[in-house]
């Protein structure tokens, strides 16, 4: 079956992280960081409605002016995620500009602090200067932000402050038997979405679908049985899972964390900074070598591993940092073993 979200990073293995997931015939994508993303495209910034930030080193987060410039006098919300302090970081951000002529503005940035139990949410309105306004404290559940179309699962890692790796688990996919659509001689249409959420809801088989277009000039109308849709046209297979992990140490701590966390996903976007001819390199600044990506993937069963954010000190050795990590990951070479 054809994918519905494509992932996609923002700039190439030496440039700064981000994970951008869009949705096919949505006009809609979230993203994981937000390093430098002057070279990406703004339509595809522009149909940001999350953001989920590991940590604010400037790699991960020099990216969040160019966002605020491209959204701020547009009708919209953007929900941002990120560990203990993403408030306060948002806030020194908004704080190096003047802001005494956005009263008519009417974007929003909700920032979400997630701690390993907890999650704060302030609000922040272009249209009050971006002055916080709390939403509330509520406990951290079995999944950090989810809609009709995905979930996300988090935990914190130790990169010397707290650093989150995610997982985006997107909902099984709906798709529709075309031939059996012209068979039952209905037509595609905004109809089709509301079924799907209808299935998705967990609505009774009896429950009424109208199908409505528009034919030769006149509006057509005919109701059908949930259920006999569903069995007609739909065939359900089990959504992407996508991890991303990023900036922490090869600890036991944070590589049980990670097997929790990524178990069986279809592909993981891990940093893999260092060589493990550098791995003293790697420990002294808390982070992966290409070896340690490997055998985190190996461990935790992905399917698919894909390595990025290399040191500058590997220009023109990318294939090196690749090859250590897949030939750990495949098993042609011994996995590493955490400090």
């Known amino acids: 079956m054809i994918s519905a979200v494509v992932p996609r990073l923002i700039n190439g293995p030496f440039g700064d992280p981000g994970l951008h997931i869009s ?28 953001v989920f930030v590991s940590h604010t080193h400037m790699d991960h987060f020099y ?8 959204f701020l006098a547009r009708d919209a919300k953007i929900d ?13 951000k908004i704080a190096g500009y003047t ?7 009417p974007f929003i940035i909700d920032v ?49 402050i707290p650093c989150m790796a995610y997982l985006f688990e997107e909902r099984s996919r709906l798709n529709v038997r075309a031939t ?28 009424p679908i109208d199908v409505v277009w528009r034919e030769q000039g006149n509006e057509r109308h ?8 569903r069995d007609e046209l739909i065939v359900e297979t089990p959504g992407q899972r996508i991890g991303y992990v990023v900036d922490t140490l090869f600890s036991r701590d944070n590589a049980e964390k990670l097997a929790a966390l990524l178990e069986g996903a279809d592909v993981l976007y891990c940093e893999s900074l260092f060589l493990d001819e550098d791995r003293h390199e790697a420990l002294k600044r808390y982070h992966l070598t290409a070896r340690q990506a490997g055998t985190l993937a190996r461990t935790a069963g992905v399917k698919s ?24 990951f495949r098993g042609e070479t011994s996995p590493d073993t955490p400090y």
């Not at 949705?23 to 595809?44: H, N, S, V």
């Not at 005919?222 to 849709?229: F, I, Q, W, Y």
């Open 80 to 92: 941002l995620y990120g560990p203990p302090g993403i408030i306060g970081n948002v806030q020194g």
């Open 23 to 50: 949705f096919k015939w949505e006009a809609r994508a979230i993203q994981f960081d937000l390093g430098r993303m002057d070279r990406f495209p703004a339509a595809d910034i522009l149909k940001l409605n999350k």
């Open 180 to 207: 059996s659509l012209d068979q039952m001689g209905l037509p595609a249409g905004r109809w089709l979405n509301e079924l799907k959420a209808a299935i998705r809801a967990g609505a009774p088989d009896d429950s």
């Open 305 to 328: 591993l894909r390595t990025f954010h290399f040191s500058p000190r590997y220009d023109g050795r990318a294939d090196e940092l690749y090859a250590e990590a897949q030939a750990t």
């Open 112 to 160: 979400h602090e997630v701690t390993p139990s907890n999650q704060r949410s302030v609000r922040m309105a272009a249209t009050n200067a971006f002055r916080i306004e709390e939403l509330g404290d509520i406990p951290l559940g079995q999944y950090l932000a989810q809609d009709d179309a995905f979930c996300i699962r988090t935990t914190h890692l130790d990169h010397r």
């Open 222 to 229: 005919t109701r059908l049985a949930l259920g006999t849709l």
């Open 63 to 70: 990216g969040f002016d160019r966002l605020l410039r491209l």
């Open 99 to 105: 802001w005494n002529l956005t009263d008519g503005y």
